[in-house]
């Protein structure tokens, strides 16, 4: 199996994070005999594990390389998730989760890792779009199959996770000892030196965070939105949900390298912030089912466009020698997101309407898109393009040498990916 097979697969895992459990979340909560709270954290234990795991876990890979903690990763991951094959209590079953977490953690940087090191150019173009694609996949197929599973029982369906197992034994058959690309000098630079080095991070993972948290309020609030407007089959919810969403995402991952020709990063984030906008809109202010068809399909094209974009951006401004601390940190500040979701959208809906946090939703990504034509405009000037921000082109932000001179990361990297 080679090493793209790999990292794509390992790439799926990440989604089914809580995703295979949601159809059987309610069986669980009965057997076990807990509230709708406390069996909602049986979905969210693991990202909160993941959010503070994640920057250590990033250290170790920029240390030792993506193989050996890829490998790790993937055995805590598999016997982790897999450990509810088994437990019968709610606290082992809450322990076990914070550990598969601890795995997630650690695959989600490693294959965001390697699909970086591991690619240049237009072929990088080529697998962030796979990425995409295989992700959104995952995260049909996984539920699907975990759906099938707990007709069997609960327990069965966290047997899906030990496909962890036989995927760290093809990753330890397939990926490289190293990371490729990176420098023999490393740095040690934590979180604060990073973010205050390149503080074009900031605005990165600003991004991350806002798309993290609209995720969580279309996965939570979206279903009671559609049993307002009368639409209660679980297959016609499960088309607005997922699958017109991951099909759209599919789509754009499949023509992603093909887009990334004509259209720059500024372009394609202008793109994904306008199309989460629309859709957020849609959910709002439009009752008709037939009209609010495009609304997954807008989701789904901002996904496929912002994850590819976000994740080659932050790379080219962290640089080779700390690419594994700033994947880490995407993954810290996304699942953050994920866990804060309910927390902070819960009581506004609850206050107001569904459509009231919709509308909310969609003003934030208008914002968002302010902010970032705003902030590219101000990066054209001489001034900002000393402070480190970036370059007036969105391929070429600037990152710190080794030797602390401020250059283009495409000189940096010797690579000109946009």
Known sequence: MGRTVVLLLASTLGVMGGAIVVPVLEVIRGDLGV????????????????????????????????????????????????????????????AARLVFGVGAAAVFTCTTVGLLAFYDGAMRDQVMGWRSTATSAGGVVWPLLGGLLGGLSWHATFAIYLVGLPLAVAAALALPAGTGGAPARRE????????????ALLGYYALWLVFAVQGYVLAIFLPARLAELGI??????????????????????????????????????????????????????????????????????????????????VDEVAGPELRGRAAALSGTVIFAGQFASPLLFGPLIEATSTTTGFAVAGGTSVSVLCLVVWAWWRRSTPDQVRTGAGTGEPGHPIVRSTTGTAVAAGEETSRCPS
């Open 232 to 313: 209660d089959d679980p297959l016609v919810v499960s088309i607005y949900a997922v699958a017109g969403g991951a099909l759209a995402t599919s789509v754009v991952g499949l023509l992603y390298a093909r887009i990334r020709r004509w259209a720059t990063h500024r372009v394609l984030l202008a793109t994904a912030l306008s199309c989460t906008a629309a859709g957020f809109g849609l959910y709002a202010t439009v009752s008709q089912p037939v009209v609010l068809l495009a609304a997954p399909v807008l989701f789904g094209v901002g996904n496929g466009v912002l994850f590819p974009v976000v994740t080659v951006l």
């Open 188 to 199: 040690r630079a934590g979180v604060g030196r990073l973010l205050r080095e390149r503080p």
């Open 35 to 94: 509230s709708g709270t406390a069996g909602g954290f049986v979905l969210t234990a693991h990202g909160l594990a993941i959010a503070v795991v994640s920057p250590v876990v990033g250290r170790v890979v920029d240390r030792f390389g993506v193989r050996a903690p890829m490998v790790a990763g993937l055995v805590v991951y598999g016997l982790g998730g897999g450990a509810g094959l088994v437990v019968e209590s709610y606290p082992a079953l809450i």
